[in-house]
């Protein structure tokens, strides 16, 4: 029997590139200088993700963009197995600053993930934009 289906693929999935608005450029701005970056509100002082202008726990405008080590653990994932690449695995990842991250997981096996395990960004080239966030563990 092979361990051809658990060996992390050897191919990169290629990711579209993502829409660059007026509001989130300075995000991706950032991502290609290696930076990641939330946003967090002076009125009610919590951080989000998705970057965007308005604060979803309190409306305020008063948002500014902080630096983030991209630091956190798997909440949850899930693995596609119906792929050209091979499997990969999808999840959510809580910083350390509060807010969670829809990702894709990067240098490790899906089956070498696990709900709580520590991870850290790294940042993937795209199809002709910006590079996007991605984790892979710590």
Request: net charge negative; aromatic share 10%.
């Amino acid at each position: 029997m092979s361990d051809v289906q658990d060996a992390p693929t050897t191919m990169t999935r290629k990711i579209p590139a993502p829409p660059v608005t007026i509001e989130s450029k300075p995000f991706w701005d950032a991502a290609t200088e290696g930076r990641f970056l939330i946003k967090r509100c002076t009125a009610c002082g919590e951080a989000h993700w998705y970057p965007r202008a308005l604060c979803p726990f309190c409306f305020s405008d008063e948002t500014v963009w902080e630096e983030s080590p991209g630091e956190g653990v798997i909440y949850t994932y899930s693995v596609m197995h119906r792929s050209p690449t091979g499997p990969y695995a999808i999840g959510y990842v809580t910083l350390n600053e509060g807010p969670a991250v829809l990702t894709n997981f990067v240098d490790v096996a899906p089956d070498g993930l696990s709900i709580g395990q520590k991870v850290k960004v790294r940042f993937q080239e795209t199809e002709g934009g910006p590079p996007v966030p991605v984790f892979a563990p710590a």
